[in-house]
């Protein structure tokens, strides 16, 4: 039972456009979202995330929208860039209030590619 | 400052053997958690602790599997009679108590049982 999806396996991009990720999710117990970012041989890397309290959070050129009462989530990176290339996983976690322990349930990550 | 560590970085086995991951946390990151990462699939969770505890072993897959973690830091995954489905890339990660979802990944062990 796959709780948090990403249904595109890979995105190509021009560099400087905008690359739109997406994430669903199943378990309405789920109240904070996180994006990581993993490049090759490395571990994923924390990149973003949004309570369920908010429905948009931006740092830099990442923004993440939560849409709760259609289970969907996505990541907005504008504009591209060539070293945003990476697997994005979206992450889900039952935080209800502060007492998550940080057990994140994952999705199988998209693979983005940006062009020069 | 140093980040998550983990060794081997890559472990080639027999079916049947025996293997020991190992991890290396951030100084002073109270939680420690396992992930698995099979081929075209999301992060696995698979064992949490907090301090030398493991208040949550759910994620693993079978009495095969087992952790354990001393002195608040090194942590230790074994999988005994290890099988072919078991070849995976085996991830740690730690966080600070306040802030658990934000967690600071290793780069992996890959396994792969022949």
């Known amino acids: 039972d796959q709780q948090v999806k990403q249904n595109s396996p890979s995105l190509s991009v021009q560099e400087g456009r905008i690359s739109i990720l997406n994430c669903d999710y199943t378990n309405s117990m789920f109240d904070y979202f996180l994006w990581y970012k993993k490049y090759p041989a490395e571990g994923p890397t924390f990149l973003i995330s949004?309570?369920?309290?908010?429905d948009k959070n931006e740092d830099g050129r990442f923004t993440v929208f939560l849409n709760k009462s259609a289970k969907h989530l996505s990541l907005h990176i504008v504009p591209s860039q060539p070293g945003d290339s990476a697997v994005y996983f979206c992450?889900?976690?039952?935080?209800?209030?502060?007492?998550?322990?940080?057990?994140?349930?994952f999705g199988q990550g998209t693979i983005l590619t940006v062009h020069p | 400052g140093a980040g998550v560590s983990q060794s081997p970085s890559n472990k080639v086995t027999e079916k049947g053997k025996d293997v020991e991951l190992r991890c290396d946390p951030i100084?002073?990151?109270?939680?420690l958690y396992w992930y698995r990462q099979s081929l075209g699939q999301g992060l696995e969770f698979l064992i949490y602790f907090q301090g030398n505890s493991a208040p949550d072993k759910s994620g693993l897959p079978s009495d095969r599997f087992s952790a354990e973690r001393t002195g608040g830091s090194v942590s230790t995954l074994t999988i005994q009679r290890t099988q072919q489905e078991d070849s995976a890339v085996y991830l740690c990660a730690s966080s600070l108590r306040h802030n658990p979802d934000t967690q600071y990944f290793g780069p992996g062990t890959r396994l792969t049982v022949l």
């Open positions: 949004i309570s369920s309290i908010k």
């Open positions: 100084s002073g990151h109270t939680a």
């Open positions: 992450a889900a976690s039952v935080n209800a209030g502060g007492t998550s322990y940080g057990k994140l349930t």
